[in-house]
């Protein structure tokens, strides 16, 4: 099957071939649908934080922040802003010159309202002499969006989202990713004032990242009184996953040469496992505000924080308590009673197990990375769900699912699925070490039954393409899980250009 210039490939790319033959076989036997059990909902699988569990938990998290813990914010980067401008370039293509879709008149109509539009002006200045105003005057309409997304111009349709104008301040202009910096200051910053913040970016944009933050890191240290540590790391080669053809063997490019794509957001589960970290943040890169609106994101994160610290103390305290065998039959049960009723964690063959074998069980299930993820209240917004779901040892636990892992053909998991009340926003905080300061590895405990298979074209020539479990997904299938209901004032994506004129971005 592989020839020996194949063999030399994949070893230059890190990946055995035994892994290959894997995904091979993935395309042949598909991914079998999750089985659900329910959806996750307040006092089944999500927590609702009143006044009294906040002051709680903000409690927690700053007395865990005054110890000096290494905390890290971790903001997938990588990928460029090309779909959020998607509508624009159909204009540039369009037989049309002047703004005649809805999207095309909003984008005009506003244009000034946008942070980048100084600099955009600044182009058009450049490029043919004349304002912005000037050219719409003129109808040049399409002179001023290849200004926007043309490389002569702002190259804003090649630039990642991080490097994009978001917000507009009385005295400065913010990208995304200077607003993850002001963001992280004002809930990571441990006693010693020491900000780390991780992005994942793309190898072409490496440089542009680094190149910014050496410009903008001074500024953000004098206002927010911190040090930061800046780092990055890009989706490593051995993630890549092999494309197959329609008949699930290697796609050949024209040179005969296997043809390897990305391996989705999943991959990124290699990344988080290389940071030197006790507790990690995850938030997507275009999920941030203004500061005027950053309170109560910065409670939240707080919030779920101090949850994640609350767990794991208890999680730490049973897990030496069976290391030690310093246990009664009373506090085994106090203990199983923790997992299901805490962790959501069910096993129906529970009871059937005598003292030795639930001992060993208790301390397989807690002795696992933990996670608390904050959900929103379902508002019709794309995206994943919270579930109990069915794992492959029998138990049930959450599971963040999108709708391609459900079968919507069998009417229980559609209605299930429909019936969710909360959906996922990527709002994560991870526990990543267990009570005796051992970091897990986290691709230990993916789920590879997960995956995605995706329909696309080469040359004229059809094949299918392998997409891992995702991050939030089946990459964190085997973690202990909580989820923590926020408010969706905390969930303010941009997916669109325009997206950038809601209120919550101005």
């Known amino acids: 099957m592989f020839t020996q210039e194949d063999l030399k490939t994949l070893a230059s790319r890190g990946i055995s071939e035994e892994k290959i033959k894997e995904q091979l076989n993935c395309f042949a036997t598909g991914f079998p649908f999750l089985k659900l059990s329910a959806s996750a909902a307040i006092d089944n699988g999500i927590l609702a934080v009143d006044d009294t569990l906040a002051e709680k938990f903000l409690a927690e998290w700053n007395e865990y922040l005054a110890q000096n813990h290494r905390i890290v914010k971790f903001v997938p980067a990588s990928g460029a802003a090309s779909r959020m401008f998607k509508n624009l370039f159909e204009f540039l293509d369009a037989e049309y010159d002047v703004p005649t879709t809805d999207f095309e008149k909003r984008f005009f109509d506003n244009i000034t309202r946008f942070a980048f539009y100084d600099a955009l002006n600044d182009a058009c200045v450049v490029l043919y002499g004349n304002t912005i105003d000037g050219l719409v005057?003129?109808?040049?309409?399409?002179?001023?969006?290849?200004?926007?997304?043309?490389?002569?111009?702002?190259?804003?349709?090649?630039?990642?989202k991080g490097l994009l104008q978001f917000h507009a301040y009385e005295d400065q202009v913010r990208t995304a990713m200077e607003e993850h910096l002001a963001e992280?200051?004002?809930?990571?910053?441990?006693?010693?004032?020491?900000?780390n913040v991780h992005f994942t970016v793309s190898h072409d944009h490496l440089p542009l990242f680094k190149d910014l933050v050496e410009q903008v890191r001074p500024e953000y240290e004098s206002r927010y009184n911190v040090k930061y540590h800046i780092s990055f790391s890009e989706q490593k080669p051995s993630t890549d996953t092999i494309a197959a053809d329609m008949?699930?063997?290697?796609?050949?490019?024209?040179?005969?040469?296997?043809?390897?794509?990305p391996g989705g957001h999943g991959a990124l589960i290699e990344n988080l496992n290389d940071i030197d970290a006790d507790v990690i943040f995850v938030k997507n890169i275009d999920n941030v505000v203004p500061d005027r609106l950053k309170d109560e994101t910065v409670k939240y994160k707080k919030i779920i924080g101090g949850v994640l610290i609350s767990l794991k103390k208890q999680i730490d305290a049973y897990m030496a308590q069976l290391k030690a065998g310093n246990y009664t039959s009373d506090d085994l049960k106090a203990m199983a009673t923790f997992l299901e009723k805490s962790l959501y964690n069910r096993n129906e063959a529970i009871d059937t197990l005598d003292d030795v074998q639930l001992a060993a069980y208790l301390l397989k299930k807690f002795d696992r990375p933990v996670r608390v993820c904050g959900m929103v209240k379902n508002v019709g917004e794309p995206g994943g769900g919270p579930f109990l779901a069915y794992n492959q040892d029998g138990t049930v636990s959450l599971q963040i699912l999108e709708s391609s892992q459900i079968d919507m053909n069998d009417a229980t998991a559609k209605a299930l699925f429909e019936?969710?009340?909360?959906?996922?926003?990527?709002?994560?905080?991870?526990?990543?070490?267990?009570?005796?300061?051992?970091?897990?590895?986290?691709?230990?405990?993916?789920?590879?039954?997960?995956?995605?298979?995706?329909?696309?074209?080469?040359?004229?020539?059809?094949?299918k393409a392998l997409e891992l479990p995702g991050l939030w997904n089946g990459a964190m299938s085997d973690?202990?899980?909580?989820?923590?209901?926020?408010?969706?004032?905390?969930?303010?994506?941009?997916?669109?250009?325009?997206?950038?004129?809601?209120?919550q971005h101005q």
């Open 184 to 195: 992280g200051a004002m809930y990571a910053g441990n006693a010693e004032r020491d900000v």
């Open 479 to 503: 973690w202990n899980t909580l989820f923590v209901e926020v408010p969706i004032t905390t969930f303010n994506p941009v997916k669109t250009v325009n997206d950038l004129l809601r209120d």
């Open 137 to 160: 005057e003129e109808g040049n309409y399409k002179e001023v969006v290849a200004a926007l997304l043309g490389e002569e111009g702002l190259n804003y349709g090649a630039l990642p």
């Open 247 to 261: 008949d699930n063997n290697p796609f050949r490019d024209s040179d005969g040469s296997l043809l390897f794509r």
């Open 419 to 463: 019936k969710g009340t909360h959906f996922n926003p990527v709002d994560l905080v991870c526990a990543v070490r267990n009570g005796e300061e051992k970091k897990y590895n986290l691709p230990e405990y993916v789920d590879k039954n997960t995956g995605f298979i995706s329909y696309k074209s080469k040359s004229g020539k059809e094949l």
